[in-house]
């Protein structure tokens, strides 16, 4: 950037106070530059840091709003077990993959169970194949009817995936609850 002194309009460096030809203080120069910098870091920098932190986990939800029990709060000695760079076993993988929103409904004249669920992946493996059972009850609480399907998509590590209108297939008519769990998968 070439600046030129009001006094004399001699060409000057950029850092001087005053024109060396005539002497003229030049002007300060604003900040503006830098300011608008951390302006724009701390407006767009930290929301976009923080979308990309892990969600904390929710309860997990059956249908007709009954709370499940959420898993169990890690401890500090497992929370350091788990940032160690070793490898999880499915069965671990399997423990750590969750259906945290679930609610269903009937089609094809009461004998169709249709599912909208959302997977968290809390473990450090992309997941597959992923087997879902469903128990079915009665009003009477009485349980009536199992289904199960495998849902062939993938959940990333971390991740949460929502599936609508899933089918599980056949049910029995009279169901009136129904309670779902992941009971295989796959870990990649």
């Known amino acids: 950037m ?6 004399c309009n001699n060409v000057v460096a950029k850092d001087a106070l005053k024109c060396p030809e ?3 203080a030049l002007p300060k120069r604003s900040k503006g530059g830098k300011v ?7 407006v767009f920098g930290l929301p976009a840091i923080g979308a990309l932190l892990p969600e904390p986990p929710t309860s997990q939800v059956q249908s007709n709003d009954i709370p499940v029990t959420p898993p169990a709060k890690t401890t500090p000695a497992k929370k350091a077990a788990d940032s160690q760079p070793k490898r999880m076993s499915p ?8 259906i945290t929103k679930f609610s269903w409904r009937k089609d094809g004249f009461d004998t169709v169970m249709l599912a909208t669920l959302t997977i968290h992946n809390t473990s450090s493996r992309p997941v597959k194949d992923i ?4 128990t079915h009850s009665g009003n009477s609480g009485t349980a009536i009817d199992t289904s199960e399907k495998v849902l062939f998509e993938v959940v990333a590590p971390q991740a949460r995936r929502t599936f609508t209108d899933f089918s ?3 049910m029995h008519p009279q169901a009136a609850k129904s309670r779902c769990e992941i009971t295989g998968l796959v870990a990649l």
């Open 2 to 7: 070439v600046l030129r002194c009001k006094g």
């Open 22 to 24: 005539c002497g003229t």
């Open 36 to 42: 608008l910098f951390w302006i724009v870091v701390v």
């Open 91 to 98: 069965e671990q993988v399997l423990h750590r993959v969750l």
């Open 131 to 134: 087997q879902i059972t469903c």
């Open 168 to 170: 599980m297939g056949f």
